[in-house]
């Protein structure tokens, strides 16, 4: 009993250590990603023609000099159960420039894998320099929470996203109070310096009888539907053009071209980047198509099929938020409310997560409005079919 609450106090220290370390990175990456995101919405038509070649750089720098490090969140769910031994450090500036450079040219990509993955690596290799004896599994979810919560500064998510991602259908909860630590700590330091929380309040809500919680279930489906189709068209998409394309430049190459042009016509880059332009237009009042979420469905496959950086996350909000106000008129629901359920729900089903994003719904929208997120996310984590956007979670 002694040496386990001995073990759980030396994590939780190290958790502390590990939580300041990547909030600074995460801040500094974030910031920088936004800076980057105002100034290709400002020189959209003038950057976004480089996008194919700058994917075959992304794609030679990796193949020349970090070819293991290109798996990305593949390779952080091997080392976690022993499939691999090592996360070379080199993955978080490779992953922060690729990132980066994806965004600057107007690709639909997300930010929270990279924030995940140098949370995990630098956990990872830290605990190892320290010579901490836990598995490989408890120095990443630290770290996977740290990153996670350093960027979007909801902790109490991050914390159970670490835990319960890995493994789909459970929970470390030896790791809970260290990854709590890590998580605050990181959503601190980020916010400390200078990287925004973002929130919603919502307002008016309907009174959540018999006839709502149907609607809500309802919805819940729909949006469970989606977010596995999300996780198996990127699945087959990758998996299709690695055997089409089986060089890595020639594919990036002729996919950024693609998606130059598509970009580039379809509303001059509405659908490029993290897709936080349609979160904000869900939420507020502005205008959203019908085929908003639909466009931003496939050009984030795409961007992340051929091989571009980022993250699936931010778009997933997107999606979510944006077919929320699509379906409000259908269901005769207010657009504000429906736009956060799926904020909450296509993430859950697209990640085969249950806790984390019913959290996510709490600390960005207000938690006196947590028993909708549960009904809808209950709803929508049971018809993903138990898929993932993780290839490697383990069931």
Do not use: C
């Not at 002694?2 to 974030?30: P, Q, S």
């Not at 930010?111 to 956990?123: D, F, H, M």
């Amino acid at each position: 009993m002694k040496k386990y609450y001995l073990e759980i106090f030396k994590l939780t220290i190290f958790a502390l250590v590990v939580g300041l370390l990547v909030g600074v990175i995460d801040a500094f990456f974030g910031r920088v990603l936004i800076e980057i995101s105002q100034f290709r919405e400002e020189h959209f038509m003038y950057l976004i023609p480089f996008l194919a070649p700058v994917g075959i750089l992304i794609a030679y720098l990796f193949q020349q000099y970090s070819p293991k490090t290109l798996a990305g969140m593949s390779l952080i769910f091997d080392v976690s159960s022993e499939k691999e031994e090592v996360i070379p450090k080199r993955l978080i500036p490779f992953a922060i420039l690729s990132t980066w450079l994806t965004h600057l040219f107007g690709g639909s990509a997300g930010r929270e894998g990279v924030a995940v993955q140098l949370g995990a690596t630098g956990s990872y290799n830290l605990g190892r320099a320290l010579k901490i004896d836990v598995s490989n599994r408890s120095l990443i979810m630290i770290g996977m929470a740290a990153g996670f919560s350093g960027l979007y500064q909801t902790p109490l998510a991050a914390s159970i996203f670490a835990l319960e991602v890995l493994v789909a259908g459970k929970i470390y909860y030896k790791l809970l109070l260290p990854a709590l630590i890590a998580s605050y700590a990181a959503s601190y330091t980020s916010n400390f310096l200078g990287l925004e929380k973002f929130t919603f309040k919502l307002n008016s809500l309907p009174d959540l009888d018999l006839y709502m919680i149907v609607k809500i279930l309802l919805v819940g489906l729909i949006f469970g539907l989606t977010g596995f189709g999300f996780s198996q068209v990127l699945k087959f998409s990758k998996d299709k053009l690695g055997k089409i394309f089986p060089n890595p430049l020639i594919k990036i190459g002729l996919g950024g071209l693609i998606l130059s042009i598509l970009l580039f016509t379809l509303w001059d880059g509405r659908y490029a980047g993290l897709g936080t332009n349609l979160i904000n237009e869900s939420l507020g009042g502005g205008e959203i198509y019908s085929f908003d979420f639909l466009l931003k469905f496939i050009l984030t496959t795409l961007t992340l099929a051929v091989g571009f950086q980022g993250g699936e996350v931010t778009p997933l909000f997107a999606i979510g938020a944006s077919l929320g106000v699509s379906l409000s008129t259908l269901f005769g629901m207010d657009a504000s409310l429906l736009a956060a359920l799926g904020y909450s729900a296509v993430f859950s089903s697209a990640t085969n997560t249950l806790l984390a994003p019913i959290l996510i719904g709490g600390e960005v929208f207000g938690f006196q409005n947590l028993p909708y997120f549960i009904i809808v996310v209950l709803a929508s984590y049971t018809f993903n079919f138990n898929r993932s956007i993780y290839g490697k979670q383990k069931i």
